[in-house]
């Protein structure tokens, strides 16, 4: 008896259908020449920076726990702590003002935006460590000649640290303003009628519905703006706050070493920054679990299908 055997109709894994065709990666030669380059020129410039005696590597370790750096660096993590939480909650009330239908409320926002965003930073400052020159007395009260409360002296209530805090905090509001009316603005409007639907007033619609989801539209610029306020607050040092950069001034006036002490302040200025980028990322991701989750999800799933 012959046998006849069965042809086998099964296909290769390589062509099952629905597979994936071999990628097979280009070829980028120009790219990894120029990548080479880049990176002898940085190995250079590294090399160069750690055996360029003039930099005088020891001064600089020697100043880098200093008390007075510690104390300077420790002040102006404070003040950009109060004035960014002062400049996001003014900046938050400004942004409603903004939205509101109400013409002498947005028109009164609009104007404070307009003037903190369109003067100097420095000026600011300046003009609030001089505000006796206007008001020696600061006080509160009717207008036109009405009673008032004398709170005191101008020269007293706004010392050098509290003009620097005034000056930060009026000027982050405005730009904070406008991050936050962003994020307002790219809430789903749909949101806005469910929420109304259940009877929820303006207050609640704000807090609970709209800012919420605003928030991941707003943390990234809001991010930024913090790392900016850490580095703007150099500009305190006009005031004669000791801050980070002002107590490395101080003590490179008595020294003669500059260069040393400003990379001991820009040491410390990138320790910051790193730190606060580290949890921006952290705050981002978090906020955005519910939006990055599919495209993820959509690459492992590329990731296994191609062989």
């Known amino acids: 008896m012959q046998q006849h055997s069965i042809p086998d109709t099964r296909q290769s894994p390589a062509t099952v259908p629905g597979d994936s065709i071999p990628v097979v990666p280009l070829r980028h030669p120009v790219r990894l020449a120029i990548a080479i380059v880049l990176i002898l020129v940085a190995l250079s410039a590294a090399w160069d920076v750690a055996v360029n005696q003039r930099y005088h590597w020891d001064v600089v370790f020697s100043y880098l726990f200093a008390p007075q750096i510690i104390t300077g660096a420790g002040l102006t993590i404070l003040l950009t702590v109060v004035s960014m939480s002062v400049g996001i909650a003014l900046g938050t009330v400004l942004a409603i003002m903004r939205l509101s239908a109400n013409p002498i409320v947005n028109t009164i926002s609009r104007a404070y935006i307009w003037f903190f965003r369109g003067t100097p930073l420095l000026v600011q ?160 991701r978090r906020y955005g679990r519910g939006f990055d989750a599919a495209p993820r999800r959509t690459r492992r799933l590329k990731t296994r299908t191609v062989r």
Not at 143 to 161: I, T
Not at 184 to 205: E, P, T
């Open 125 to 284: 400052l300046i003009f609030w460590y001089n505000i006796a020159a206007l008001y020696p007395v600061i006080a509160f009260g009717l207008p036109f000649g009405g009673p008032s409360v004398v709170l005191g002296s101008a020269n007293v209530l706004v010392s050098p640290l509290g003009a620097a805090l005034l000056g930060l905090s009026l000027n982050e509001a405005a730009y904070m303003a406008e991050i936050i009316r962003g994020g307002i603005g790219s809430v789903d409007k749909g949101q806005y009628d469910a929420a109304r639907a259940l009877g929820m007033n303006g207050s609640k619609l704000m807090s609970r519905v709209i800012l919420p989801q605003a928030m991941r539209v707003v943390l990234p610029p809001t991010g930024n703006q913090v790392i900016s306020m850490l580095k703007g607050t150099a500009l305190v040092s006009v005031l004669a706050i000791s801050d980070l950069l002002y107590s490395a001034q101080i003590i490179y006036a008595n020294n003669y070493q500059t260069i040393p002490l400003l990379i001991v302040a820009s040491l410390w200025y990138l320790l910051m920054t790193t730190i606060l980028s580290f949890f921006q990322t952290k705050l981002e």
